[in-house]
């Protein structure tokens, strides 16, 4: 059975690390037969330092589904629209709006103070800052909207007239996320894993990726979530391993 894990509120806690009561847990996997999986909006670059040199090998699927590796090396990916991704920078320039956008491993920033991930890009320095304009192959769009939400609802209709993103706003973030049409978590999940899989994760990009899991665990008390998941507990390690162990041995694989 495939284990899938969002990282930031459901494995992490304090957006640098995994605790090790969780680590442990993952470790024995195998052992029941599973096989584990990582789905986060964060690139696999900057998931690399959480997850460590052991965890970083298994499947990891980036960016809101915008890209999967699989053992270190780069698998699949779906870029961003050109023509769009170039009607949104000049959107953001002309409002001087703060944004990031993704590769399938470098970046581009604009007002990058202001992103409120910031501290947490490329923690190894791993990676390519260049210019947006120079940024190859882009994969994913943060707009940060916090001094500026009334134009979320422009933004948010130019965005869906032009019909060339998936788009996502984070009220707690203030960020407006912009993906690939059709692309989220659960569409690249799918397109991967021909599988049942159980998912584990906190949050509204979590969504998708519920509503296609045979069993969905809550982590915390995100209240658009709760609707979608079978189960839930405190966003606690200890509660989160102690799940996760449970759920390995209901699912063994005979």
Same mark, same amino acid.
């Given at each position: 059975?495939?284990?899938?894990?969002?990282?930031?509120?459901?494995?992490?806690?304090?957006?640098?690390?995994?605790?090790e009561? @969780?680590? +442990?847990?993952?470790?024995?996997?195998?052992?029941?037969g599973?096989k !584990?999986?990582?789905?986060?909006?964060?690139?696999?670059?900057d998931?690399?330092?959480?997850?460590?040199?052991?965890l970083?090998?298994?499947?990891?699927?980036?960016?809101?589904?915008?890209?999967?590796?699989? #053992?270190?090396?780069?698998i699949?990916?779906?870029?961003?629209?050109?023509?769009?991704?170039?009607?949104?920078?000049?959107?953001?320039?002309?409002?001087?709006?703060?944004?990031?956008?993704?590769?399938?491993?470098?970046?581009?920033?604009?007002? /990058?103070?202001?992103?409120?991930? !910031?501290?947490?890009?490329?923690?190894?320095?791993?990676? *390519? +800052?260049?210019?947006?304009?120079?940024?190859?192959?882009?994969? #994913?769009?943060?707009?940060?909207?916090?001094?500026?939400?009334?134009?979320?609802a422009?933004?948010?209709?130019?965005?869906?007239e032009?019909?060339?993103?998936?788009?996502?706003?984070?009220?707690?973030?203030?960020?407006?996320y912009?993906?690939? @049409?059709? !692309?989220? #978590?659960?569409?690249?999940? #799918?397109?991967?894993?021909?599988?049942?899989? !159980?998912?584990?994760?906190?949050?509204?990009?979590?969504?998708?990726?519920? +509503? /296609?899991?045979?069993?969905?665990? *809550?982590?915390?008390?995100?209240?658009?979530?709760?609707?979608?998941?079978?189960? *839930?507990?405190?966003?606690?390690?200890?509660?989160?391993?102690?799940?996760?162990?449970?759920?390995? *041995?209901?699912?063994?694989? +005979?």
């Amino acid at each position: 059975m495939n284990f899938i894990f969002d990282l930031d509120g459901t494995l992490s806690f304090d957006g640098l690390s995994i605790d090790e009561k @969780s680590r +442990k847990v993952l470790a024995q996997a195998s052992n029941y037969g599973h096989k !584990i999986n990582f789905a986060s909006a964060r690139s696999y670059r900057d998931s690399l330092d959480m997850l460590g040199q052991d965890l970083a090998k298994e499947r990891v699927f980036g960016l809101n589904g915008g890209l999967v590796y699989e #053992k270190g090396q780069l698998i699949l990916e779906h870029k961003l629209d050109y023509e769009g991704y170039q009607e949104a920078l000049k959107y953001c320039r002309y409002y001087n709006l703060p944004f990031f956008v993704d590769n399938s491993f470098n970046y581009a920033t604009g007002i /990058e103070d202001y992103i409120p991930f !910031i501290k947490m890009v490329d923690p190894l320095n791993l990676a *390519q +800052k260049v210019s947006a304009d120079d940024l190859k192959n882009p994969i #994913k769009m943060v707009v940060y909207l916090g001094n500026h939400e009334d134009l979320l609802a422009d933004i948010t209709y130019r965005t869906k007239e032009m019909n060339k993103f998936e788009i996502t706003y984070h009220e707690n973030e203030k960020c407006l996320y912009l993906n690939p @049409s059709n !692309i989220s #978590k659960a569409s690249t999940i #799918k397109e991967v894993i021909k599988e049942p899989y !159980i998912a584990f994760g906190n949050d509204k990009n979590d969504i998708n990726m519920f +509503k /296609e899991a045979l069993y969905a665990v *809550q982590v915390g008390h995100y209240p658009y979530l709760k609707t979608y998941a079978d189960d *839930q507990v405190e966003a606690d390690s200890q509660a989160v391993a102690a799940k996760i162990l449970e759920l390995f *041995q209901n699912f063994q694989e +005979k």
